[in-house]
């Protein structure tokens, strides 16, 4: 039973191209969030989405920033007109419920660097 | 408001010591779930443990131990004989039982460095 699989694992873009992370959950889990790691500090939360809906952005910057998950294929972390400060780790888990007790599995994450 | 608090940045000990990574959190529910996990130099999240508000007994796992207490409001967890493999940046992490699904707040992370 395959994990949480993220890729690309690494991502290099020049300032102003675009960055498309791919998350696929697990198998039979229908609930994903993202979260981003700056450098040298803590994880935080991004968004939650279920299949087809984004249930909380409230950690999205509110400009070049989407996140969608389709009903078929893998949920997408979109960063338009990527910046340097956008360099960072971004980890997406996923869940198989929605309440607090459903354990959120973390896939490897994917290293960004705007250069 | 939730929030998790890892006050020391940096740890560094020599290999066989023990060592202890303290975290404090904040959280206004009754009803919530602590969490660590492991970031070795390779970059994933490693899971070590989940415990729920209403289970204060503490909990060992080999050379590791996790030291529950709701009053002062800390998860601090223990190395026992620590190992060079043990290094690492080590993350606390909240997540309230009252929200409706897993937002989970993290700490600043402790960087663990054993030498041999």
């Known amino acids: 039973n395959a994990g949480v699989m993220q890729n690309p694992r690494h991502l290099v873009r020049r300032r102003g191209q675009e960055a498309r992370l791919r998350c696929s959950p697990m198998k039979g889990h229908s609930h994903v969030y993202w979260y981003r790691q700056l450098p040298e500090e803590g994880l935080k939360f991004m968004v939650y989405?279920?299949?087809?809906?984004?249930?909380?952005e409230s950690g999205m910057p509110k400009e070049r920033f989407s996140a969608e998950f389709p009903k078929e294929g893998p949920s997408i972390l979109r960063i338009q007109q990527v910046v340097r400060g956008d360099s960072a780790a971004y980890f997406c888990?996923?869940?198989f419920g929605q309440g607090a007790s459903y354990e959120q599995y973390f896939g490897p994450g994917t290293r960004l660097t705007v250069t | 408001a939730q929030k998790v608090t890892q006050a020391q940045t940096e740890i560094s000990v020599v290999e066989k010591e023990d060592v202890t990574l303290d975290c404090v959190y904040e959280?206004?529910?009754?009803?919530?779930?602590l969490f660590w996990y492991k970031q070795p130099p390779s970059g994933e999240l490693v899971f070590l443990i989940r415990?729920?508000?209403?289970?204060?007994q503490n909990e060992i796992s080999g050379r590791y131990s996790w030291n529950f207490q709701k009053s002062t409001s800390s998860f601090n967890f223990t190395i026992t004989a620590s190992q060079v493999v043990d290094s690492a940046v080590y993350f606390c992490?909240?997540?309230?039982?009252?929200?409706?699904?897993?937002?989970?707040?993290f700490g600043q992370g402790t960087i663990l460095t054993v030498h041999p």
């Open positions: 888990a996923s869940s």
């Open positions: 992490a909240l997540l309230p039982g009252g929200t409706s699904y897993g937002k989970l707040t």
């Open positions: 959280t206004r529910d009754t009803t919530y779930y």
């Open positions: 989405l279920q299949k087809e809906n984004i249930i909380d």
């Open positions: 415990r729920n508000s209403f289970d204060e």
